[in-house]
């Protein structure tokens, strides 16, 4: 429009823009049936999109107590599997450590071997002299003892070293050995 309009002119066309507005609205708009029926749809489709957001609230729930689920047995595998890698390491340190000191231990007692052979040697051969030479002692011994040991108790040894009691005529006893024993029996 010019700078120079009439404003009844103004006024009506803004009246003619204003019908066809209620015009467009009037064909757009719904009778009371068709608006009742409008929001009962909106309403039933808002209690969809709740019940839909409850479900989906449970669901992501359930996803992520299956997710922390998953997670902790992957937790869980994945220690044991460090454990068990760890377990064998450590069995594998250990038995290299006493493969170790088994060869020292073994070194050292041939080591030892080397310097206390000589000793060892020296030390068996002086007990088997002194074992020898007391068994020669026992032999020598034995003998003078028990002689010395039956005169002084005849009573107790007479009979065990093969002798006799005899009767002398004057009530005494003394013990008899035979030397060379009679080629006659006595009494035939």
Known sequence: MSGNTDPFLV??????ALRRQIENLQRTSLDRDEAEHLNATI???LDNMAQTGKRLEQRLEG???L???KT?????EAAQDAARGAIRESHAEILQT???LSQAAGEARREAWRWFGGFWVWLTSIGAAGALIGALAAFWITGRGDAKAFGQHPRIYCLSAGGEFAD???GSRYCIFMVSPPTQPAGE
């Open 11 to 16: 006024l009506v066309d803004d009246i003619g």
């Open 43 to 45: 309403a039933k489709s």
């Open 63 to 65: 996803q992520l107590q």
């Open 67 to 69: 997710a922390t689920a």
């Open 72 to 76: 902790n047995r992957a937790a869980i």
């Open 98 to 100: 006493a493969r170790s």
């Open 168 to 170: 002398q005529r004057d």
